[in-house]
């Protein structure tokens, strides 16, 4: 069974930092690429950023780029999403999905609250 947890989550003031991680098992993790989304109050689902099997340099979305970094640690089946100079638009809750064989998997999500 595909198991994600995310955690790490919490409320910051603007300008701090925040890491998050996703604990995987259940499925090959150094054979998928892993990804972040978020989720504001009535909005859809954005994606964050993306990172390949093997690590590296991950893609961004615009509204984070500079600012988040995310990467792996296959040893320990574990994807991160390093925050900094955090802004109130980041508020949301955070997902690590994986796609595999045609499937999404979704963790439960990590809260994150930007607010002075």
């Known amino acids: 069974e595909v198991q994600l947890q995310a955690s790490g989550g919490g409320e910051v003031q603007p300008g701090g930092s925040l890491r998050l991680s996703c604990a995987a098992s259940?499925?090959?993790?150094?054979?998928?690429?892993m990804s972040w989304f978020r989720q504001a109050p009535g909005e859809k689902p954005e994606w964050v950023s993306s990172?390949?099997?093997?690590?590296?340099?991950?893609i961004y979305a615009d509204s984070v780029k500079g600012r988040f970094t995310t990467s792996r640690d296959n040893a320990k089946n574990t994807l991160y999403l390093q925050m900094d100079s955090l802004k109130p638009d980041d508020t949301a809750v955070y997902y690590c999905?994986?796609?595999?064989?045609?499937?999404?998997?979704w963790g439960q999500g990590t809260q994150v609250t930007v607010s002075s």
């Open positions: 999905r994986v796609s595999r064989t045609g499937i999404d998997y």
């Open positions: 259940g499925f090959a993790f150094s054979d998928y690429t």
């Open positions: 990172i390949g099997r093997a690590g590296g340099a991950g």
